[in-house]
């Protein structure tokens, strides 16, 4: 009982954490596709070598919106 609670509790956590890596990197490919397509006068890495707050809140919104949407929609 005890092997087969940890086998089942390590694929779990596997696939859980490959979830999360293909969250990560589908945000962050989403992040530099708004910058390039959408935002073309606006570059997002100098202005937050600038400070402006603004647009740090901006990318961490994308990041978090496309990983809500990502997570969503592996659950099924």
């Given at each position: 009982m005890e092997l087969?609670?940890?086998?089942?509790s390590l694929i779990n956590l596997i696939i859980?954490?490959?979830?999360?890596i293909i969250a990560i990197v589908v945000?962050?490919?989403?992040l530099f596709w708004v910058d390039k397509?959408?935002?073309?006068?606006?570059?997002?890495e100098t202005e937050l070598k600038k400070?402006?707050?603004a647009v740090a809140i901006f990318a961490s919104s994308i990041l978090l919106f496309v990983a809500i949407v990502i997570a969503?929609?592996?659950k099924g």
């Open positions: 087969e609670f940890f086998s089942a859980n954490l490959s979830y999360s945000s962050v490919y989403a397509k959408l935002l073309k006068e606006i570059d997002i400070g402006n707050i969503f929609g592996f």
